[in-house]
Structures are given as C-alpha cells and as structure tokens.
C-alpha cells in the first residue's frame, strides 16, 4: 500500500466530538428553520446528511475520537483511486447507495437478497467508538453506527459447513472510476473465519458520528472488524457468502508476502517494508507530537485473544 502523510491540519480545524456534534445540530436547526439561506457558510450548504443515531455501547473506547473532517476527508477506498483524498472527490459524485440490495448466500438455510431498508431494520443500531488502525502505520477513532453482524448471519442460518465468511465490495466502473487501475483484482473481496464474524465487536455498519455512511466511507454498508488491519473492514457490500474453505482476500491475492488473512493488529510482526511497532493518530501531527505505541490486536486482546489460542501468529499474519 502506499504511505503518505496528510497535509499539515491546523489545529483549529481538530473539532472535539462534542463541539464538533453541537455545531452540527445548530447548523441542522438553523438550516430547518430557514435562517441561513443560500449565503449561509460553505457547510451549511452541503445537504443535511441523513441522521443514523445508535444508542451508547459499553463497548466503545473511552478515547476522543478523530475529528470528522478527518475520518471523511483521509480515505482508502481504492475503487475510487488510491489518494487519501479521492475517494471524498469521487465517491459523492459517482457512488449510488440508493437503491441498494445485499445477497447473503452460500452455506446457509435461509439465503436471501435484503433491500438495504430491510438491513437497517434487522436489529437496533448502536454507536460503537472503535479505534481503527491501518496497515499503513496511522490510527484513528471513530464512532460507528451499527450493528453486530452476529444478528445478520442467525437470520440466514448457516449450515455446519459454513467456517468462514466472505465479504464482496460493489464493482460497478460506472460508479467507481478506479476500477481502471489494476493495482487490485476487483472486486475488492475480503473475508473472515465463523467466530470472527459471530464476535460482538464485529459490526455491520451504516454510519458514523450519528449520520448514514458518508460515500467514501464505505454507503451504504460495510464492515468494521476493530482488531485487525483497516484492510479487512470491506466498505460498500454487495455480497455476503458463507462457505466451507478459506476465502482470498483481495490485499493476500496481490501481495501474499505482505497481506495474510488474519491481519490482527501486531506490533510485533513488522510489515516487510516498514514497522507496525508504533502508528500515528490522525490529527496528531503537531511539531511535539509522539506517535504512539501499537497495541496487539489493536487493544482487543482481552475480548479477541482466544479466538487464536494455540496459534502461531507470527505464522498466521
Ligand atoms: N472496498 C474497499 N474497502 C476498503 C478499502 C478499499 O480500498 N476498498 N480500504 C480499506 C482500508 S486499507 C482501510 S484503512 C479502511 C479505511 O476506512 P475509512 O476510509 O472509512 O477510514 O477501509 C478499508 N475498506
Ligand atoms: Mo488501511
């Protein structure tokens, strides 16, 4: 993958959450109430994004999270090109999430294609603050909208032949211009082992920061699996498929000596071409500031570890 750091960010555009939350509920009312018309400031005028509240998990981490323009402006969304800022470009401009539908199919009793309205409705949506960490050395927090992915498979009932999960982004070169590139075989696949995709942490996501998925975030739906590589996190799903043999990701079939299928987050197995002992956290760039420490399984471990017992990880990356 490729390594860039941001443009420098001012601090002043590092919203806290709260500040940034009560901004944005004044500019929603304001905007309802008409009084900002069309010389309102340039944010008032993009249009109020759909609103996806979920309610508090105790699973989220106590951490501040990443200030929104940074979680929706820095992105790898390589179907829209492989710049942190093409997808924010592109993906508003080409990406259709609605309407939308997701075949789930494979090994299970119950296959079925659900409407995109019909996901949202399977199970309460929580507000799940994970740290998220890529492969390229940076972090961020971020609160998701969603739900445990636990609730979609019970619904389609998987069969005992189903040991892992397979994830299948949209590719669609009408709606995705970096489908062009070759540096992956679209589409963008990705995939879990049955207990990974059955953990509660794992979570079917529609939004963040208490609004539907922005499009270069991943519209309508995706994956979050906050232990691992942010590779894993599959966005824009049009396929869920259960089946007997592990599945090839899309990152493992164009670099199998870099990317392994499990990805667990660990400081400990370095990627070939640089350290994943520490990683910087997006809007920490400041002259002073340290990167920090990488936790193994991304600070999971308590909840994930055993999942892996008797494994060798530094084999099974
Ligand atoms: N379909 C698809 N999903 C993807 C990617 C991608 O290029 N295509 N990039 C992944 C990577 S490398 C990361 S770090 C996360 C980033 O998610 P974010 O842009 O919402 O922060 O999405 C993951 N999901
Ligand atoms: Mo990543």
Same mark, same amino acid.
Not at 264 to 290: C, I, Y
């Given at each position: ?24 509920? *004044? ?14 400031? /340039?944010? /008032?005028?993009?249009? /109020? /994004? ?117 994830? $299948? ?9 970096? *489908? ?21 942490? $794992? ?6 920061? !208490? ?25 824009? *799903? ?29 400081? $400990? ?13 997006? !809007? ?34």
């Amino acid at each position: 993958m490729l390594i860039r750091q941001p443009a420098a960010i001012a601090p002043s555009e590092i919203t806290p959450e709260r500040v940034w939350r009560r901004r944005r509920d *004044l500019v929603q009312a304001a905007a309802a109430a008409g009084v900002l018309g069309s010389a309102g400031p /340039a944010f /008032a005028q993009k249009p /109020a /994004a759909q609103r996806l509240p979920g309610k508090p998990s105790p699973l989220s981490t106590m951490e501040k999270a990443t200030a929104y323009k940074l979680v929706t402006e820095y992105c790898n969304f390589y179907e829209f090109g492989t710049e942190k800022e093409d997808p924010p470009q592109y993906a508003p401009k080409f990406l259709k999430p609605r309407p939308w539908s997701v075949m789930v199919e494979g090994e299970v009793n119950k296959p079925r294609r659900f409407d995109i309205e019909d996901l949202l409705k399977l199970a309460p949506v929580e507000e799940r603050v994970y740290r998220l960490r890529c492969v390229e050395a940076w972090s961020a927090v971020v609160p998701w909208v969603g739900y445990p992915l636990a609730a979609l498979i019970k619904a389609v009932e998987p069969t005992g032949n189903a040991k892992f999960v397979e994830f $299948t982004t949209l590719a669609d070169p009408k709606q995705m211009p970096g *489908l062009r590139s070759s540096v992956l075989k679209w589409p963008y696949t990705e995939g879990l082992r049955m207990d990974e995709a059955l953990h509660p942490l $794992t979570l079917l996501t529609f939004g963040l920061y !208490g609004e539907v998925l922005p499009h270069q975030n991943g519209a309508p739906l995706r994956i979050v699996v906050p232990w691992k590589y942010g590779f894993k996190s599959a966005k824009s *799903l049009v396929r869920v498929r259960f089946v007997e043999k592990q599945p090839v990701n899309s990152w493992q079939e164009s670099a199998p000596h870099e990317y392994g299928f499990y990805s667990n987050v660990n400081p $400990t197995v370095d990627h070939p071409r640089w350290s994943q002992a520490t990683e910087r956290r997006l !809007g920490e760039d400041g002259l002073f500031s340290k990167r920090r420490p990488t936790l193994v399984f991304n600070g999971y471990g308590e909840q994930v570890a055993q999942l892996y017992a008797g494994m060798d990880l530094r084999k099974n990356y």
